[in-house]
């Protein structure tokens, strides 16, 4: 005989087949939770807007408080820079002795709610002045230089305004400074000009401001040091671990953020903002609770509403669970689908588990392993790709710490001796609870890749080879071009030198019985072949630089610039010019290029300065290590200055100035060679300044 409870359970069996048993668990429990679903975003939203309001509120006390704050620091800041001004370039001793300056401080201090005192320290944190709003006022003399606010400037790198951690000041009262650093003029620290705050001047401010709700009101700096708080507690600093910390760290600036507080263990709403450029916080925070009481009472009717729906819902479920099995195979067909999806991948892919199986892997990879699929899903990933077992250790780490590996390169041979390379990434996958599940391989075949990538090395070292070839060429071209120039002044030189022999003796022998015009004729040719052999000269010097080899030694350039003026100036008595010479400049040259520049430099400088009244010639040093030759001459456009060191080059008129034009290129490439360059700066009628580098040996 069948008891009720066998009767009913077959029943139950005949209605529900057995696959549907747990499905019908889950949709009761649905039906259950929908009324929840349609009347619980109603009171969500409500509570929302509520929780909004109070995030604005908050938002606003808390940008008026910081603007408070903001305000006050702002007004000591003008009374630091105030008196750092009056104290500017005055002694201590007589900073000290100024009874007015103390007098001014004091009704400074009276006259302005928000500072306490004012102190005037100097370099060994000694007091030299002093003012208070109270007759507690400490002796002249008296050390603070174990006070943080002066140990904070006494290293001499802060340059801003400081300010520091609560103290107990004259009178016994809860203060805490804003101090500078005061400085020479050389940059030096030479003290530290400080006021005090008085924190009642701001919480008699915070008391005020929403009677009807309870808050808190903290002031803290950034490093989470407590100034003051309100209502007050004895917390000096917060934890890096606070929830206030990581919110800034996250978020600085300003932003919002709920938390249980660490001091009295209430949730509230917390507003927090930046007091301006200061590292300082102020946050306003209301009790979460208290401000969610006008949502609670209407949250139980919405309960109530939702009980007697569900109680509707509860039977409507039942006659639709049938349903729940088609979704079931509506499920099935969208796995399918997502793993042709994953089979469209252009690379091959595999995952396993944290424990080492094999969860999936798509078309591409089963047929470059040769892995049957229906088989391999589920085995350990050694038996299946043996190689994966060489990885382990990077695997596990990759568990561990969740880090990405991407990009790696890989170079396999086959048997037959064919190379392939890939790349392959490397990512862990987690499930909703952030729980690190396993492990997603995804690599690519990079052999084409590789290939072009050893082309190109090949490509840049046969264009390397080709650059030095050239280069070798180029050089030996400059070689035979210098030798040529050379023979060729060389071999010019003698029949200009006969040209101009010959015109002597011809103006000699035909002085009487030639006219004029012949005799000017004449002098054209002497002159003309006087500024050829001058031209060939310097042809000769420039090939002469690129042929011989530098002999370098230590040389007295001031003794050799000296030397050189005299050459130049003692066989001309119209050469008539000051010179003033640098002592102890001493260069790493070859002595005998090393006069050639000068002589040259000199030179120039002698012959467009010979028009001045008082011509003047210096040769010297900068303080960068730039050595100059500068003279009072007749200057030039600057916009010309490109052109000075060409050969043959002239700005200014041969008729007026006489030259070679190859005593400026000279001492160019005599300078390049020593490793250095040459530039030159004028303005026309200013003078000319040519400078140079030269360097160290």
């Known amino acids: 005989m069948t008891t009720p409870v066998q009767r009913w359970r077959a029943l139950w069996r005949r209605f529900w087949p057995r696959g549907l048993h747990w499905p019908l668990v889950a949709l009761l429990l649905s039906a259950l939770a929908l009324p929840a679903a349609v009347f619980a975003p109603l009171a969500w939203q409500e509570r929302l807007a509520l929780l909004q309001e109070g995030q604005e509120t908050a938002t606003r006390v808390v940008t008026s408080i910081a603007a408070h704050v903001e305000a006050a620091l702002e007004t000591h800041s003008i009374v630091l820079d105030q008196i750092e001004l009056q104290l500017a370039e005055r002694q201590w001793s007589e900073i000290e002795a100024d009874h007015r300056l103390r007098k001014n401080m004091g009704e400074l201090a009276r006259r302005l709610p928000q500072i306490r005192s004012i102190f005037l320290l100097d370099a060994s944190g000694k007091l030299r002045q002093f003012g208070s709003d109270s007759h507690v006022i400490p002796a002249v003399g008296t050390s603070f230089a174990s006070e943080e606010w002066f140990l904070a400037h006494a290293g001499g790198s802060r340059r801003g305004l400081y300010i520091s951690s609560p103290f107990t000041g004259p009178g016994g ?160 067909q969208q796995r399918s689908e997502l793993r042709a999806l994953f089979d469209l991948v252009p690379a091959q892919v595999w995952v396993k588990d944290h424990t080492g199986k094999l969860v999936e892997m798509n078309e591409r990879a089963a047929n470059q392993f040769g892995v049957d699929l229906e088989h391999a ?138 006219g ?107 303080a960068d290590g730039c050595l100059f030759v500068r003279d009072n001459g007749v200057g030039f456009n600057s916009r010309e200055a490109v052109n000075l060191f060409q050969p043959f080059s002239r700005i200014h008129q041969e008729s007026r100035f006489e030259g070679s034009g190859v005593g400026l290129a000279t001492v160019k490439r005599i300078i390049e060679r020593h490793g250095g360059r040459i530039w030159a700066e004028s303005e026309v009628g200013c003078g000319a300044t040519f400078l140079f580098t030269w360097p160290e040996g």
């Open 516 to 622: 004029d015009r012949e005799r000017h004729l004449l002098s054209r040719i002497s002159v003309n072949s006087a500024r050829m052999d001058r031209l060939i000269q310097g042809l000769l010097v420039l090939a002469n630089l690129g042929r011989a080899d530098l002999v370098l030694r230590k040389v007295d350039a001031s003794g050799t610039a000296r030397e050189m003026f005299t050459l130049l100036t003692e066989p001309d008595p119209s050469m008539r010019a000051r010179f003033a010479c640098a002592e102890g400049i001493v260069l790493n040259a070859d002595p005998r290029l090393l006069e050639v520049v000068l002589q040259n430099l000199l030179a120039n400088s002698l012959k467009f300065s010979k028009e001045e009244k008082d011509p003047l010639i210096e040769f010297g040093r900068r």
């Open 377 to 514: 899903l589920g085995r350990d990933i050694d038996e299946v790709l043996p190689g994966e077992s060489a990885e382990a250790e990077e695997d596990q780490e990759l568990l561990r710490h969740g880090v990405p590996l991407i990009g790696r390169v890989h170079r396999c041979v086959s048997p037959d001796g064919v190379e392939t390379w890939f790349q392959s990434d490397k990512v862990a996958y987690r499930d909703d609870t952030g729980r690190t599940m396993g492990i997603l391989v995804m690599r690519h075949d990079i052999t084409e890749r590789k290939r072009a990538e050893a082309e190109l090395v090949e490509y840049r070292q046969q264009l390397e080879q080709l650059v030095d070839r050239r280069t070798r060429d180029l050089e030996r071209a400059n070689r035979e071009l210098e030798t040529f120039s050379y023979a060729v002044a060389h071999d010019l030189r003698a029949p200009v030198q006969a040209i101009s022999g010959f015109t002597k003796v011809l103006e000699e022998r035909l002085t009487s019985s030639v």
């Open 173 to 332: 009262t809860r203060q805490f400074s804003v101090s500078i650093p005061r400085r020479t003029a050389a940059g030096a620290f030479d003290g530290v000009l400080a006021v005090t705050i008085q924190l009642s001047y701001f919480t008699e401010f915070w008391e005020r401001i929403t009677p009807e709700v309870k808050y808190v009101v903290p002031l803290m700096k950034s490093d989470g040091t407590m100034l003051v708080r309100y209502p007050a507690d004895e917390t000096p600093r917060l934890l890096p671990s606070s929830p206030f910390m990581q919110q800034i760290a996250r978020q600085p600036g300003e932003g919002f953020y709920t938390a249980v507080s660490r001091v009295d263990g209430i949730e509230r709403l917390n507003a927090y903002r930046r007091v301006g450029r200061h590292p300082l916080y102020v946050s306003y925070s209301v009790e979460k609770r208290a401000w969610l009481v006008p949502w609670r009472d209407r949250a139980l009717l919405y309960g109530v509403l939702g009980l007697l729906t569900t109680l509707a819902l509860a039977v409507v479920g039942l006659l639709a669970l049938r349903g729940v099995y088609r979704a079931n195979a509506d499920l099935v």
